[in-house]
T-cell receptor
Framework: GENVEQHPSTLSVQEGDSAVIKCTYSDSASNYFPWYKQELGKRPQLIIDIRSNVGEKKDQRIAVTLNKTAKHFSLHITETQPEDSAVYFC??????????FGKGTTLSVSS | NAGVTQTPKFRVLKTGQSMTLLCAQDMNHEYMYWYRQDPGMGLRLIHY???????AKGEVPDGYNVSRLKKQNFLLGLESAAPSQTSVYFC???????????FGPGTRLTVT
């Protein structure tokens, strides 16, 4: 089955810096790649997703890139703010299967 | 709309006891999911359902059973709880696999 690896497990940046989180997946048939954010004590919430027919997607300060050949995708956060501090999860799925999540990245943004 | 709700919010069980966690959604979603979240392990899928009356195994199904008798409800059962099942359990629902999953607030379960 699908396996999703996420790196790094923790990431500390200064406010205003950029943050990049990378995920690799094992099943070349996977075609849907969402990212979820979970603030401390809260439920996970979708922040951005990308499908396999698109190489990049942006939404204000966040962007996701997909490299299907290398089977990896990344989350980019620019101009980080303290409220970006949270755990971020990547996930992958293919037609007919449920999402498989990575183990998460704890992002800390210090001011 | 309440979205996705979970009952109970907290529970403490002794080893060997049984319990049922209830998930309810009011968004008319076909898909529902149960996850467990443990430190450093991310969100692991236990079971899921693609519609009323259907269930399927996820990554870590052993020791759990589920039922989806009504479209809006998805029940997770532990027949004989073990300390290894101490975790935070999240329910989620979505229109389909390629759509946003809406999560419930979670249930913190401790098995002693």
């Amino acid at each position: 089955g699908e396996n999703v690896e996420q790196h790094p497990s923790t990431l500390s940046v200064q406010e205003g810096d950029s943050a990049v989180i990378k995920c690799t997946y094992s099943d070349s048939a996977s075609n849907y790649f969402p990212w979820y954010k979970q603030e401390l004590g809260k439920r996970p919430q979708l922040i951005i997703d990308i499908r396999s027919n698109v190489g990049e997607k942006k939404d204000q300060r966040i962007a996701v890139t997909l490299n299907k050949t290398a089977k990896h995708f990344s989350l980019h956060i620019t101009e980080t703010q303290p409220e970006d501090s949270a755990v971020y999860f990547c996930a992958a799925s293919k037609t007919g299967t449920a999402l498989i999540f990575g183990k998460g990245t704890t992002l800390s943004v210090s001011s | 709309n309440a979205g996705v709700t979970q009952t109970p919010k907290f529970r403490v069980l002794k080893t060997g006891q049984s319990m049922t966690l209830l998930c309810a959604q009011d968004m008319n979603h076909e898909y529902m999911y149960w996850y467990r979240q443990d430190p450093g392990m991310g969100l692991r899928l236990i079971h899921y359902s693609v519609g009323e009356g259907t269930t399927a195994k996820g990554e870590v199904p052993d020791g759990y059973n589920v039922s989806r008798l009504k479209k809006q409800n998805f029940l997770l059962g532990l027949e004989s709880a073990a300390p290894s099942q101490t975790s935070v359990y999240f329910c989620a629902s979505s229109l389909a696999v390629y759509y946003e999953q809406y999560f419930g607030p979670g249930t913190r379960l401790t098995v002693t």
